[in-house]
């Protein structure tokens, strides 16, 4: 028990001594394992107080915390890896001085242990003091109301001590072994490892780019949203591997070219930068690989889910022209509309509430191809089909038009009017399959809203008919072509708008019991909404989505923060001897501060730049991935990554400037 106490204080002194490696470590222990158990006990309390309708979000916030797991291994693993490289010396001399390797492999228990409760017992606490902070701010996010009492669960603090137990369990046996496996004269050798000129390695670095290069064109060549949601993923595994063989391999076969330029190489400022590179990219490439792919994490993250967040309100206007909305299925043929508004009219007056402001049409939706002459089309099924000759077609009669626009058209038997939302496809004719009519004008957007019109980058087309029985015809000529086949069955339906007047409850009990209505007047209902209702749908779960984009973002963040301030830590270190040597060959000090800075910002800046390029070439895909999740404003989303690029090369800058100060002090200590 003596020797044992002994070890602690060794251990105690060891961690004292090596503050400026192991405080960073501590903290970014603490912040991690605070995020976990935040994350954990918002899940558990969502759990209590069932506030998550659907189970939606709960799936998010474990697809979250795996994520949370991941970034811990990883940032526990590259920091405990680097303090075990820059303690090498020390270890070497407890070696040297007779120590054997089982008292070493106790004091090492010691320092892991001690770090270990550091991270876990701070994590928990200054988790216990932010959840629930970071719980108002999800609800709020949501915009759902909460009366919170302040609580820890204790399954989630369970759940922390034990997935961060396993993790520390795992850097305690690397530590251990790496002890055992080498030599006590090794560690004396110490960090000086790996002076010698990198070689250039071709294979990886032509990879690299073949990688880039697939990977862009597959993310910016894709073509419509399923091929996107297909590529995307594969695309941005080939960006990552590329990132890795380009910073590892690329960038010091351009070095090397450089070197090859006598004209360039041999000026005194060219050929400093250009040797002092070359050893920098060696060391520092799977940091700075790292660095990027984490850049770029947090860009597309954060970009994505607050343009989400931001452009519900569009979707909900396009979506709802009035707040409140309903809409059967017309089987027989005009009558079942009047018989929707009368049951509608009747809810109304039961819970003494006013109807206002209401408009309906008729309307039949299905998809054609362009058939090669202007004005021809087929009828189409819409399945697996490129875009570019892919129409939508929406049909409505002329009375509910002339109703709805103030319009008069006067349509004769076999004209039809026609609105198209791009180029101009139809001359003098329209024809579809066996159809065909006389174009008598174009006309205005009737404002119809279906979801596959912002889904998919189609063509899509409004067609005024002169009435009820020309929607039946068309009707009848799809459903015989596809009588056979899986694709369903195309149906007239009656979309009804409107606005109505009473007190919360009287609308909230309106609303409650309209189905049960309906299915008394209609015989077939489909849609019965309204705006608050999805509103509230939906920010359920976009609010989710940017909590996490949010709270990831941080993560990666954190973990961008340490690899840097770490590498500055060891830059300084490499750098004193060099800044010695030039000393001696007679550069001033200015000057070697500012090769050296020179040098120093090329290497912290070239993944911000690269982490730039990719978000850039993700863009038209990122675009088609956010219309499947309907955000149909593409200005927003724009607006967002412009405005999340430059906030993160803003901190991105503050991180390096902060920590470059360490750098500095290293490099100016006296041996």
């Not at 109301?145 to 993790?167: H, K, M, W």
């Amino acid at each position: 028990s003596m020797h044992n106490a002994l070890y602690f204080t060794l251990a105690k002194s060891n961690l004292k001594k090596n503050r400026a490696i192991y405080l960073p470590y501590l903290l970014a222990n603490v912040l991690i394992v605070s995020m976990y158990y935040i994350l954990t006990s918002i899940r558990s309390m969502m759990q209590t107080y069932e506030t998550t309708q659907g189970s939606n979000t709960d799936l998010m916030l474990r697809f979250c915390t795996v994520v949370a797991v991941i970034m811990a291994f990883i940032i526990l693993f590259y920091v405990n890896s680097f303090v075990i490289r820059q303690r090498k010396k020390e270890i070497g001399l407890y070696c040297v001085l007779g120590m054997e390797k089982r008292h070493l492999s106790v004091m090492m228990l010691w320092e892991v242990v001690l770090t270990s409760l550091g991270g876990i017992v701070g994590g928990i606490v200054s988790g216990a003091l932010f959840s629930q902070l970071a719980f108002l701010v999800f609800l709020a996010l949501l915009r759902i109301p909460s009366d919170l009492r302040f609580e820890i669960p204790l399954g989630a603090v369970g759940n922390t001590c034990a997935v961060f137990g396993v993790l520390y369990l795992l850097v305690l046996c690397y530590n251990l072994l790496s002890i055992l496996r080498t030599s006590p004269i090794s560690f004396l050798q110490g960090a000086k490892e790996g002076e010698r000129e990198p070689k250039v390695k071709k294979i990886p670095a032509v990879l690299g780019v073949i990688f880039l290069a697939t990977g862009y064109g597959l993310a910016l060549f894709a073509d419509g949203i399923y091929e996107t949601i297909k590529v995307f993923l594969p695309a941005v595994l080939l960006v990552i591997f590329a990132t890795y063989f380009l910073f590892l391999a690329g960038s010091i076969a351009l070095l090397k070219w450089m070197k090859r330029r006598e004209r360039f190489y041999y000026r005194p400022k060219n050929f400093i930068t250009v040797s002092g590179m070359l050893y920098r990219m060696k060391q520092n490439a799977a940091g700075l690989a790292t660095i990027c792919i984490l850049s770029t994490a947090v860009i597309v993250s954060v970009s994505t889910s607050f343009s989400l967040y931001l452009g519900e309100e569009d979707i909900l206007k396009l979506q709802f022209p009035r707040d409140y909305h309903a809409s059967c299925i017309l089987e027989k043929g005009e009558e079942e509309t009047a018989d929707l508004q009368a049951g509608i009219e009747h809810q109304a007056k039961e819970n003494g509430v006013a109807m206002r402001d209401d408009f309906g049409y008729k309307q039949l939706w299905m998809a054609g191809l362009a058939a090669g002459e202007p004005g021809e089309f087929t009828l189409s099924d819409g399945e697996q089909i490129s875009p570019e000759n892919l129409y939508i077609f929406a049909f409505l009669t002329e009375d509910d038009y002339n109703k709805n626009t103030g319009a008069d058209l006067n349509l004769g038997d076999d004209e039809v009017a026609v609105y198209e939302k791009e180029e101009e496809s139809v001359g003098q004719s329209l024809k579809l399959d066996e159809l065909s009519w006389k174009v008598k004008s174009k006309v205005e957007d009737p404002g119809v809203w279906n979801q596959a019109l912002y889904l998919t980058e189609t063509h899509y087309m409004a067609v005024i008919v002169p009435d009820m029985s020309a929607l039946q015809e068309i009707r009848d000529v799809y459903n015989e072509k596809y009588a056979g086949t899986q694709t369903g069955y195309r149906v007239i339906t009656y979309e009804y708008y409107y606005n109505i007047e009473g007190t919360r409850s009287q609308k909230a009990d309106f609303i409650e019991t309209l189905r049960d209505t309906l299915i008394q007047y209609v015989e077939h209902p489909m849609a019965v909404g309204n705006v608050e209702l999805s509103r509230t749908d939906y920010y359920e779960r976009f609010g989710s989505f940017l909590f996490i984009g949010l709270f990831l973002s941080i993560l990666f963040l954190l973990a961008v923060s340490l690899i840097i301030y770490y590498k500055q830590i060891t830059e300084g270190l490499d750098d004193r001897e060099r800044f010695q040597i030039m000393k001696k060959v007679g550069m001033t000090d200015d000057e070697i501060r500012s090769t050296i800075r020179r040098q120093i910002l090329q290497v912290f800046f070239l993944p911000l730049a690269m982490a730039a390029l990719h978000t850039a070439a993700s863009f038209p895909a990122l675009v088609d991935l956010m219309r499947a999740m309907n955000l149909i404003n593409q200005e927003i989303f724009v607006r967002c990554t412009i405005g999340v690029v430059l906030t993160f090369a803003v901190v991105y800058f503050i991180i390096y400037t902060i920590t470059s100060h360490t750098y500095y002090k290293k490099v100016q200590q006296n041996e």
